[in-house]
């Protein structure tokens, strides 16, 4: 058994989603995908994608992320954490998972969040051009770090078998360190909406081998601290130079 790990699949694009659809469907028979967010805002657009993925995987694992919380469009109108249920409801109902699962020596485990601004506060520019501020709704009152602790307070709690490796996976960044130096300056002004430390300390205690993250559209494999971090987006069909056209194998059974 091996898992795969995607995330940004953003298929809106139909370039993305013929890539979705054209996977071999008997290649990954045995096999477990995890997909870290951000399918697309389109409700019927991610039923399409993960009951495409499920023909395809013996398991598909699946956390929202910002894109598909927004509300643009939602008919009838719904807030994020409405339509964050929608999206659980609907990935069960497509035969993914939501909910952390034991396969044979691997646990993985789905961590929800939002960003806090621990990662920096947010500019003047960044709070009027960040499409989430605008396409999300939260209710009313809800600052982004209470979005952030609800989130955060869903995360799994339960006993993990410790001689199981584990997978932890989330859609937002849990360091701001993942983040290559090679990043322009005057790029890094998003860095504040990227994520949230407290996600880490959640990885740490759940002592994960590996743990997957996506949003930041840069594919990349790096060590912190005895934990190893990968980002497997698709991402935007003009960014073939930052992300990849292909599914990464981020653990292989023995």
Same mark, same amino acid.
């Given at each position: 058994?091996?898992v795969?790990?995607t995330s940004?699949?953003h298929v809106?694009?139909?370039?993305? %989603?013929?890539?979705?659809?054209? !996977?071999?469907?008997?290649?990954?028979?045995?096999?477990i995908?995890?997909?870290?967010?951000?399918?697309?805002?389109?409700?019927?657009?991610?039923? +399409?994608c993960?009951?495409?993925?499920?023909?395809?995987?013996?398991?598909?694992? &699946?956390?929202? #992320?910002?894109?598909?919380?927004?509300?643009?469009? +939602?008919?009838?109108?719904?807030?994020?954490?409405?339509k &964050?249920?929608?999206?659980?409801?609907?990935?069960?109902?497509s035969g993914? /998972?939501?909910?952390?699962?034991?396969?044979a020596d691997?646990?993985?485990v789905p961590?929800?969040?939002?960003?806090d601004?621990? &990662?920096?506060?947010p500019?003047?520019?960044?709070?009027?051009?960040?499409t989430?501020?605008h +396409?999300?709704?939260w209710?009313?009152?809800?600052? *982004?770090?209470?979005?952030?602790?609800?989130?955060?307070g869903?995360? /799994?709690k339960?006993?993990?078998a410790?001689?199981n490796?584990?997978?932890? &996976?989330?859609?937002?960044?849990?360091?701001?360190?993942?983040?290559?130096?090679?990043?322009?300056?005057?790029?890094?002004?998003i860095y504040? *909406? !990227?994520?949230?430390?407290?996600l880490?300390?959640?990885v740490?205690?759940?002592?994960?081998?590996?743990?997957?993250? #996506?949003? /930041?559209?840069?594919n990349r494999?790096?060590?912190?601290?005895? !934990?190893?971090?990968?980002n497997?987006a698709?991402?935007?069909?003009?960014e073939?130079? %930052?992300?990849?056209?292909? %599914?990464?194998?981020?653990?292989?059974?023995?």
């Open positions: 058994m091996r795969f790990a940004d699949l809106d694009y139909e370039a993305n %989603l013929r890539w979705v659809e054209d !996977l071999s469907a008997h290649e990954y028979a045995d096999d995908l995890i997909v870290a967010g951000d399918i697309s805002h389109k409700l019927d657009l991610v039923r +399409a993960l009951q495409s993925l499920v023909r395809k995987f013996k398991r598909v694992m &699946f956390v929202p #992320g910002n894109h598909d919380l927004w509300t643009i469009q +939602a008919s009838p109108p719904v807030d994020s954490l409405s &964050f249920q929608q999206l659980c409801h609907i990935a069960r109902d993914a /998972s939501v909910e952390t699962e034991r396969f691997v646990t993985i961590l929800f969040s939002w960003y601004y621990s &990662f920096g506060t500019s003047a520019d960044l709070l009027q051009k960040w989430d501020y +396409a999300c709704k209710p009313a009152g809800m600052s *982004v770090k209470a979005v952030t602790d609800h989130f955060l869903m995360n /799994s339960v006993p993990i410790p001689e490796t584990i997978i932890s &996976f989330s859609h937002f960044l849990p360091r701001i360190d993942l983040m290559p130096n090679y990043i322009p300056p005057a790029h890094r002004f504040p *909406v !990227l994520g949230a430390e407290r880490d300390s959640q740490r205690a759940l002592r994960s081998k590996i743990h997957v993250y #996506g949003h /930041s559209h840069i494999k790096t060590e912190l601290d005895g !934990l190893t971090y990968v497997c698709l991402a935007y069909p003009h073939a130079r %930052l992300a990849s056209r292909t %599914l990464h194998c981020i653990h292989e059974s023995a």
